[in-house]
């Protein structure tokens, strides 16, 4: 097992040393940090990717808002009420969108297989159409391509309190069951939490947008709190090279982490006199 | 104060009770206001996007503005014919003044972009979308959207998001004992806030214990995000109290009085004929 | 079928490796587009795309009148509303003014006159010491939406100046301009519904606070403790909480960690009393009435601010943190091709 | 006891359009009556130390001010905006004005009319209003490498080169201060990330209050000089320029800020008695349920 990780740092380190030998005429300066943060991030990630899909069995720890899922459809296909999943109201170039429409696959596989009535009000137009395809491929894959049908996901405005005026309408009117919110959200997204406690739905949400978690916390059932959103689609897909992603993630944070405590350990000994040498100015971050 | 002007208070006037009235429950009113804030924002977006992105930035850089007389090559000639048949398009043959196209090109950009071309296709593609058979070709575009969005948004979130904040964990031992305490506090909550969200560790032990901790440090920072935004809510709401009481001058005709007498009445009204028609459950 | 599945996929990949890796290269052109061009792109699609949500909202806005479905006529409305929306931006410009050439220097206090009938001035001194600093060629500072009015008011100050000029906006610019069609359907219809949707946020802030501040659990608690604090501390009325309430409240708050640790009830309500009664005691012996001798930690915009500083920013850190790393794995998992949502 | 028990339990159960009428009234009489509620303001350490980065610009020097915010979040921004540019003026510093949003230039325009004739200022040479230019980070980055790529004409459409305040500025760094009024996205960390950390600009901000949260950590290692955090940070800058502009004799009218902070600090008040009813009938209907096992 560990050529494997001799192999990925080998080249991790060699595409470094070129870095560092053509620094300044292949390479601009000032961000050289990041370049090695990007590279050694891509290793570590792509070395558990590789790992999980050669079989390594990885341990994740439950996320309760993604059991819910299953369990909210399940409630809102006995009380033959319908599903809203409303994917935020950014465009695709967010990351936060593309994991929102990568749950919206997974929940749409559900709903085809309970044949629930599923209602996708988006904020932008590409969203509905990329919206549109993760639908019919999930449907196609629960093998019910006849419940699918284009309208279900449809464009309301790119105005952020007119889509909300107009998601609010579709809730209070036709009473949904099941509400998820997963994307990036901005001021409005405590009114449609509120609007859907009002009605009695069961409210699951997700976002990578800090400043609405703590109205998701206190107004919906189960919150995704910022990395647990990003982390959802891969946990659902239960593919081993999307678990070793997130394997490869945690590794990641742990290293952020040692970063951080010895930036602090070493800067305090500086301070203290004991150390003459400051790590920032040697990490490049002064 | 022309007659447009205090049309106008009239009807912001009574846009605004109509949202309020949605505090009530849904009504005429709300679903008057909703229908009408959707069709005017979709049609304020589209024209914005036209007017400060599509003409400006897109036409602007592919047909730049040049003098009437500069002797342009065959090719550019053929190209700025072009930019004739598109105006010949958009004013309807003529018949229409000439607006997004006008004469010998746009101002603003000095010489022609031809990569710029690239964008105008993949613009192309997305509209194609209407014509089943070639629908796929979307593909290409919002491809070319995510791969944009993941190269941008790595190297952004990695060099602000990350590295910034390492280079926050230092500690400054010079102040008082008060503000190192700080500092501390400030690091051992950021680590143990990111302990919370481990997901391939078992949340037991020593680590259950830490991820404890971050989770206080979590809910402290919810409790605090949330109640430092009920005061920006409020004075949201307190600057829509203030059109409504500045409204209800006497040159707009006491608009405010008026109408939310008017609406009180015929919501109360309304409210007695509607108990039947909201139990039957729509298609 | 190669073009519909795998040419998206080699978009996706190349562009991406392009742009994140273009940062570093060394060349002005590819600097030049991943620092610029490449959201101007992504811009220029997107309104394109804009076109198409239109449509789709106007096919089901006609739909569900066509069908008769329920509450079809409020989507005339909708109809109604985007038509004029585009009718302003795109046919009726609405946007004329009028410019003045070598206005005769005694008549600049009538003209202001004559402004003030049509247009609120605020500060007609003002606008006098304007007009005198320009009286060759003055623009009058009102857009008139219909160039009948337009006409109509140039008749009435025609003695003012040498020659008066009627003009319109530019196309484009006619969007931004305050006073044309265009922005009076801004101030007057699209801002007062956006505003106060927005507005609604603060009854909803209210209900959501009462139902979820509760004292379910110890998290809970917090949320609510901090919650509440930085509500009151933010606020003027923060500054008249008196410190002896702040030191019983803190001397409850202590009770309540060490609750679990005392089974015998009474020696818990016995430790609190003793507090309280010892911290009112100190206050009063102590003067802390005074403000400049009350320490700082009773002072609750002191608290709240502390409370704002530092325990949330390390949560608001290790959010941002969590956040930061979950947008790059899935940045690189699309990178990787394993995560398509096309 | 009994009888307070169910009165606080039914009281705990209220529908939510109590709630309602309860906040709109506690906003509404305190903005009809205001001489009954007064309340002193007190300068926040953040406001105080946005005010002293002003206050410490020399004559003639240039900041630029980013309007990033549009009519519905004008109520928390817009005070702070205009107490800037009378602070601004009253030091006759150069102010440079650019939109990330497209209703920055509305918000622009009339801060601008209400704030500029005052001081006799002119426009083109004490104050250029660039106006709105969509992209977001893209617009920073082209006015940190060179203004003319983003701008070739000002909102009013006239060309730069023929501003006289525009001629001996190439890019930001020819500017001594940035101050981003901002709402949202694109906003001040837009203009933290891609122009003041790397050019080493300063910078301060006023922002609405849900944004501050994550604005905060910049401000924490000085990234960003000092924060003016919704309505109260509007109203604690307001103050504060009024009184030094008063000693310099020059009179401003007292700012809307100030005026609605009886009006806002009544509603926090009422929320925080709704908080405290709803627990304590919280745990008398836990009590009670535990006793009746229902």
Same mark, same amino acid.
Request: aromatic residues 14%.
């Given at each position: 097992?560990?050529?494997?990780?001799?192999?990925?740092?080998?080249?991790?380190?060699?595409?470094?040393?070129?870095?560092?030998?053509?620094?300044?005429?292949?390479?601009?300066?000032?961000?050289?940090?990041?370049?090695?943060?990007?590279?050694?991030?891509?290793?570590?990630?792509?070395?558990?990717?590789?790992?999980?899909?050669?079989?390594?069995?990885?341990?994740?720890?439950?996320?309760?808002?993604?059991?819910?899922?299953?369990?909210?459809?399940?409630?809102?296909?006995?009380?033959?009420?319908?599903?809203?999943?409303?994917?935020?109201?950014?465009?695709?170039?967010?990351?936060?969108?593309?994991?929102?429409?990568?749950?919206?696959?997974?929940?749409?596989?559900?709903?085809?297989?309970?044949?629930?009535?599923?209602?996708?009000?988006?904020?932008?137009?590409?969203?509905?159409?990329?919206?549109?395809?993760?639908?019919?491929?999930?449907?196609?894959?629960?093998?019910?391509?006849?419940?699918?049908?284009?309208?279900?996901?449809?464009?309301?405005?790119?105005?952020?309190?007119?889509?909300?005026?107009?998601?609010?309408?579709?809730?209070?009117?036709?009473?949904?069951?099941?509400?998820?919110?997963?994307?990036?959200?901005?001021?409005?997204?405590?009114?449609?939490?509120?609007?859907?406690?009002?009605?009695?739905?069961?409210?699951?949400?997700?976002?990578?947008?800090?400043?609405?978690?703590?109205?998701?916390?206190?107004?919906?059932?189960?919150?995704?709190?910022?990395?647990?959103?990003?982390?959802?689609?891969?946990?659902?897909?239960?593919?081993?090279?999307?678990?070793?992603?997130?394997?490869?993630?945690?590794?990641?944070?742990?290293?952020?982490?040692?970063?951080?405590?010895?930036?602090?350990?070493?800067?305090?000994?500086?301070?203290?006199?004991?150390?003459?040498?400051?790590?920032?100015?040697?990490?490049?971050?002064? | 104060?022309?007659?447009?002007?205090?049309?106008?208070?009239?009807?912001?006037?009574?846009?605004?009770?109509?949202?309020?009235?949605?505090?009530?429950?849904?009504?005429?009113?709300?679903?008057?206001?909703?229908?009408?804030?959707? !069709? /005017? =924002?979709?049609? &304020?977006?589209?024209?914005?996007?036209?007017?400060?992105?599509?003409?400006?930035? +897109?036409?602007? #850089? *592919?047909?730049?503005?040049?003098?009437?007389?500069?002797?342009?090559?065959?090719?550019?000639?053929?190209?700025?014919?072009?930019?004739?048949?598109?105006?010949?398009?958009?004013?309807?043959?003529?018949?229409?003044?000439?607006?997004?196209?006008?004469?010998?090109?746009?101002?603003?950009?000095? !010489? /022609? =972009?031809?990569? &710029?071309?690239?964008?105008?296709?993949?613009?192309?593609?997305?509209?194609?979308? +209407?014509?089943? #058979? *070639?629908?796929?070709?979307?593909?290409?575009?919002?491809?070319?959207?995510?791969?944009?969005?993941?190269?941008?948004?790595?190297?952004?979130?990695?060099?602000?998001?990350?590295?910034?904040?390492?280079?926050?964990?230092?500690?400054?031992?010079?102040?008082?004992?008060?503000?190192?305490?700080? !500092?501390?506090?400030?690091?051992?909550?950021?680590?143990?806030?990111?302990?919370?969200?481990?997901?391939?560790?078992?949340?037991?032990?020593?680590?259950?214990?830490?991820?404890?901790?971050?989770?206080?440090?979590?809910?402290?920072?919810?409790?605090?995000?949330?109640?430092?935004?009920?005061?920006?809510?409020?004075?949201?709401?307190?600057?829509?109290?203030?059109?409504?009481?500045?409204?209800?001058?006497?040159?707009?005709?006491?608009?405010?009085?008026?109408?939310?007498?008017?609406?009180?009445?015929?919501?109360?009204?309304?409210?007695?004929?509607?108990?039947?028609?909201?139990?039957?459950?729509?298609? | 079928?190669?073009?519909?599945?795998?040419?998206?996929?080699?978009?996706?990949?190349?562009?991406?490796?392009?742009?994140?890796?273009?940062?570093?290269?060394?060349?002005?052109?590819?600097?030049?587009?991943?620092?610029?061009?490449?959201?101007?792109?992504?811009?220029?699609?997107?309104?394109?795309?804009?076109?198409?949500?239109?449509?789709?909202?106007?096919?089901?806005?006609?739909?569900?009148?066509?069908?008769?479905?329920?509450?079809?006529?409020?989507?005339?409305?909708?109809?109604?509303?985007?038509?004029?929306?585009?009718?302003?931006?795109?046919?009726?410009?609405?946007?004329?003014?009028?410019?003045?050439?070598?206005?005769?220097?005694?008549?600049?206090?009538?003209?202001?006159?004559?402004?003030?009938?049509?247009?609120?001035?605020?500060?007609?001194?003002?606008?006098?010491?304007?007009?005198?600093?320009?009286?060759?060629?003055?623009?009058?500072?009102?857009?008139?939406?219909?160039?009948?009015?337009?006409?109509?008011?140039?008749?009435?100050?025609?003695?003012?100046?040498?020659?008066?000029?009627?003009?319109?906006?530019?196309?484009?610019?006619?969007?931004?301009?305050?006073?044309?069609?265009?922005?009076?359907?801004?101030?007057?219809?699209?801002?007062?519904?956006?505003?106060?949707?927005?507005?609604?946020?603060?009854?909803?802030?209210?209900?959501?606070?009462?139902?979820?501040?509760?004292?379910?659990?110890?998290?809970?608690?917090?949320?609510?403790?901090?919650?509440?604090?930085?509500?009151?501390?933010?606020?003027?009325?923060?500054?008249?909480?008196?410190?002896?309430?702040?030191?019983?409240?803190?001397?409850?708050?202590?009770?309540?960690?060490?609750?679990?640790?005392?089974?015998?009830?009474?020696?818990?309500?016995?430790?609190?009393?003793?507090?309280?009664?010892?911290?009112?005691?100190?206050?009063?012996?102590?003067?802390?009435?005074?403000?400049?001798?009350?320490?700082?930690?009773?002072?609750?915009?002191?608290?709240?601010?502390?409370?704002?500083?530092?325990?949330?920013?390390?949560?608001?850190?290790?959010?941002?943190?969590?956040?930061?790393?979950?947008?790059?794995?899935?940045?690189?998992?699309?990178?990787?091709?394993?995560?398509?949502?096309? | 006891?009994?009888?307070?028990?169910?009165?606080?339990?039914?009281?705990?159960?209220?529908?939510?359009?109590?709630?309602?009428?309860?906040?709109?009234?506690?906003?509404?009489?305190?903005?009809?009556?205001?001489?009954?509620?007064?309340?002193?303001?007190?300068?926040?350490?953040?406001?105080?130390?946005?005010?002293?980065?002003?206050?410490?610009?020399?004559?003639?020097?240039?900041?630029?001010?980013?309007?990033?915010?549009?009519?519905?979040?004008?109520?928390?921004?817009?005070?702070?905006?205009?107490?800037?540019?009378?602070?601004?003026?009253?030091?006759?510093?150069?102010?440079?004005?650019?939109?990330?949003?497209?209703?920055?230039?509305?918000?622009?325009?009339?801060?601008?009319?209400?704030?500029?004739?005052?001081?006799?200022?002119?426009?083109?040479?004490?104050?250029?209003?660039?106006?709105?230019?969509?992209?977001?980070?893209?617009?920073?980055?082209?006015?940190?490498?060179?203004?003319?790529?983003?701008?070739?004409?000002?909102?009013?459409?006239?060309?730069?080169?023929?501003?006289?305040?525009?001629?001996?500025?190439?890019?930001?760094?020819?500017?001594?201060?940035?101050?981003?009024?901002?709402?949202?996205?694109?906003?001040?960390?837009?203009?933290?990330?891609?122009?003041?950390?790397?050019?080493?600009?300063?910078?301060?901000?006023?922002?609405?209050?849900?944004?501050?949260?994550?604005?905060?950590?910049?401000?924490?290692?000085?990234?960003?000089?000092?924060?003016?955090?919704?309505?109260?940070?509007?109203?604690?800058?307001?103050?504060?320029?009024?009184?030094?502009?008063?000693?310099?004799?020059?009179?401003?009218?007292?700012?809307?800020?100030?005026?609605?902070?009886?009006?806002?600090?009544?509603?926090?008040?009422?929320?925080?008695?709704?908080?405290?009813?709803?627990?304590?009938?919280?745990?008398?209907?836990?009590?009670?349920?535990?006793?009746?096992?229902?």
């Amino acid at each position: 097992m560990n050529n494997k990780l001799l192999v990925i740092s080998g080249i991790a380190s060699f595409i470094i040393f070129i870095y560092w030998a053509t620094f300044g005429s292949w390479f601009i300066t000032g961000n050289a940090p990041t370049f090695v943060g990007v590279i050694i991030v891509s290793a570590t990630i792509f070395y558990y990717i590789d790992g999980a899909k050669s079989g390594k069995e990885i341990y994740l720890r439950p996320i309760p808002g993604l059991k819910a899922i299953e369990e909210a459809v399940g409630r809102a296909t006995e009380m033959g009420k319908s599903v809203l999943f409303v994917p935020g109201i950014s465009d695709m170039d967010q990351v936060d969108t593309v994991a929102g429409i990568n749950i919206l696959s997974h929940v749409a596989e559900i709903t085809a297989k309970y044949e629930t009535d599923l209602n996708v009000p988006t904020c932008r137009a590409i969203v509905m159409e990329s919206a549109r395809e993760a639908c019919r491929e999930s449907y196609l894959r629960a093998g019910r391509p006849d419940l699918y049908y284009d309208d279900m996901v449809h464009y309301i405005s790119d105005d952020q309190f007119a889509y909300a005026a107009g998601v609010n309408g579709i809730m209070i009117r036709e009473k949904p069951a099941a509400c998820f919110y997963q994307g990036k959200f901005y001021a409005e997204s405590l009114l449609l939490a509120e609007t859907g406690n009002s009605i009695g739905a069961i409210q699951i949400a997700g976002t990578g947008s800090a400043s609405q978690i703590p109205f998701f916390v206190t107004a919906c059932d189960y919150t995704l709190i910022g990395e647990e959103f990003f982390a959802a689609s891969a946990y659902l897909s239960n593919k081993p090279e999307l678990i070793g992603s997130i394997k490869g993630q945690d590794i990641v944070k742990f290293m952020v982490m040692i970063l951080m405590v010895s930036v602090f350990a070493l800067d305090s000994l500086r301070q203290l006199g004991i150390l003459n040498f400051d790590i920032l100015v040697l990490l490049g971050l002064n | 104060m022309d007659y447009m002007d205090i049309f106008g208070v009239w009807l912001s006037v009574f846009l605004t009770l109509s949202i309020f009235s949605y505090l009530y429950k849904d009504n005429p009113f709300y679903k008057a206001a909703e229908h009408l804030y959707i !069709g /005017i =924002s979709a049609g &304020y977006v589209a024209v914005i996007s036209f007017w400060q992105q599509i003409q400006p930035n +897109l036409f602007g #850089r *592919l047909w730049p503005r040049i003098d009437a007389n500069a002797d342009m090559g065959m090719f550019k000639s053929a190209w700025y014919f072009v930019y004739e048949i598109l105006n010949w398009v958009s004013t309807l043959g003529g018949w229409l003044d000439r607006s997004i196209f006008p004469a010998n090109g746009i101002k603003g950009f000095d !010489g /022609i =972009s031809w990569i &710029y071309i690239i964008p105008f296709m993949l613009g192309i593609f997305m509209l194609l979308r +209407l014509v089943p #058979r *070639l629908g796929w070709l979307a593909r290409w575009a919002i491809a070319y959207i995510v791969g944009m969005a993941a190269g941008l948004r790595f190297y952004g979130f990695l060099n602000s998001d990350v590295l910034m904040q390492v280079k926050a964990a230092t500690v400054d031992f010079s102040g008082d004992w008060w503000s190192i305490f700080n !500092g501390l506090i400030l690091l051992i909550g950021t680590l143990s806030g990111l302990v919370y969200f481990f997901f391939s560790k078992e949340q037991t032990g020593i680590v259950g214990k830490i991820s404890k901790i971050g989770i206080y440090f979590l809910m402290i920072k919810f409790g605090a995000s949330f109640g430092f935004a009920v005061m920006g809510r409020i004075s949201l709401l307190i600057g829509r109290f203030d059109d409504l009481i500045v409204s209800n001058s006497p040159q707009n005709y006491y608009a405010t009085l008026w109408i939310l007498s008017a609406m009180i009445v015929l919501l109360g009204i309304w409210a007695f004929f509607d108990k039947p028609e909201t139990e039957e459950l729509t298609v | 079928m190669f073009l519909k599945r795998q040419m998206p996929a080699i978009i996706a990949i190349g562009v991406g490796l392009f742009i994140l890796f273009g940062h570093f290269i060394n060349n002005p052109n590819v600097q030049g587009f991943v620092n610029n061009d490449a959201t101007q792109w992504f811009d220029i699609i997107a309104s394109f795309a804009i076109f198409l949500g239109a449509l789709n909202m106007l096919k089901l806005q006609v739909l569900k009148v066509v069908k008769k479905q329920r509450n079809w006529q409020y989507s005339i409305l909708a109809i109604f509303g985007f038509a004029f929306a585009i009718f302003a931006g795109f046919f009726f410009r609405g946007a004329n003014y009028i410019t003045l050439t070598d206005i005769h220097p005694q008549n600049v206090n009538k003209l202001v006159e004559y402004i003030s009938t049509v247009q609120e001035v605020d500060d007609p001194v003002l606008m006098v010491k304007g007009i005198q600093g320009s009286l060759a060629s003055y623009e009058i500072p009102k857009i008139f939406i219909s160039r009948s009015s337009a006409e109509a008011f140039s008749v009435t100050i025609s003695g003012i100046a040498k020659d008066v000029t009627l003009g319109v906006k530019p196309w484009g610019a006619h969007v931004q301009i305050k006073g044309s069609l265009f922005s009076w359907m801004f101030f007057k219809i699209f801002t007062p519904l956006s505003s106060t949707m927005f507005a609604l946020l603060a009854f909803f802030v209210a209900s959501a606070s009462y139902r979820a501040f509760r004292i379910r659990n110890f998290e809970a608690t917090l949320l609510l403790v901090a919650g509440i604090i930085l509500m009151i501390g933010r606020v003027p009325v923060g500054e008249l909480v008196p410190w002896w309430l702040v030191s019983t409240l803190m001397v409850f708050g202590i009770g309540a960690l060490i609750a679990p640790l005392i089974p015998d009830k009474k020696l818990l309500f016995g430790i609190i009393i003793g507090g309280i009664v010892l911290t009112s005691g100190l206050g009063i012996l102590l003067d802390w009435n005074l403000a400049v001798n009350m320490p700082a930690i009773l002072s609750l915009p002191n608290i709240s601010e502390w409370i704002f500083d530092y325990p949330t920013a390390a949560g608001s850190r290790a959010i941002m943190i969590g956040i930061a790393l979950g947008i790059i794995a899935t940045s690189f998992r699309i990178i990787l091709g394993i995560e398509r949502p096309f | 006891m009994d009888l307070l028990k169910k009165i606080f339990i039914a009281l705990g159960s209220m529908d939510r359009r109590f709630i309602f009428l309860l906040v709109g009234l506690s906003v509404l009489l305190p903005k009809l009556y205001p001489d009954l509620f007064t309340l002193p303001i007190k300068a926040s350490s953040h406001s105080q130390r946005v005010f002293d980065e002003i206050d410490a610009l020399k004559e003639d020097s240039k900041v630029l001010v980013s309007f990033e915010y549009g009519p519905s979040t004008k109520p928390e921004i817009h005070p702070s905006a205009i107490a800037l540019l009378n602070h601004l003026f009253s030091k006759n510093i150069k102010v440079y004005a650019v939109a990330l949003w497209p209703d920055g230039n509305f918000m622009a325009t009339e801060a601008f009319s209400q704030v500029a004739d005052g001081y006799g200022k002119k426009y083109g040479v004490d104050y250029v209003n660039l106006g709105y230019k969509p992209g977001g980070e893209a617009v920073v980055k082209g006015l940190a490498s060179d203004i003319r790529t983003m701008y070739t004409v000002d909102l009013l459409g006239n060309d730069i080169d023929s501003i006289e305040m525009m001629k001996d500025v190439k890019n930001l760094l020819d500017l001594d201060f940035i101050f981003s009024l901002s709402a949202g996205y694109p906003g001040s960390k837009e203009w933290v990330q891609f122009a003041c950390d790397p050019l080493g600009i300063p910078m301060s901000t006023g922002c609405t209050s849900i944004q501050v949260t994550d604005i905060i950590p910049y401000v924490e290692n000085d990234q960003i000089k000092g924060i003016l955090s919704g309505m109260p940070g509007a109203a604690e800058y307001e103050q504060l320029v009024q009184d030094a502009l008063n000693e310099r004799g020059i009179v401003v009218s007292p700012g809307k800020a100030s005026i609605n902070m009886a009006a806002q600090s009544m509603a926090h008040v009422v929320i925080v008695l709704l908080i405290i009813l709803g627990n304590i009938t919280y745990y008398l209907t836990r009590k009670s349920g535990k006793k009746g096992g229902m």
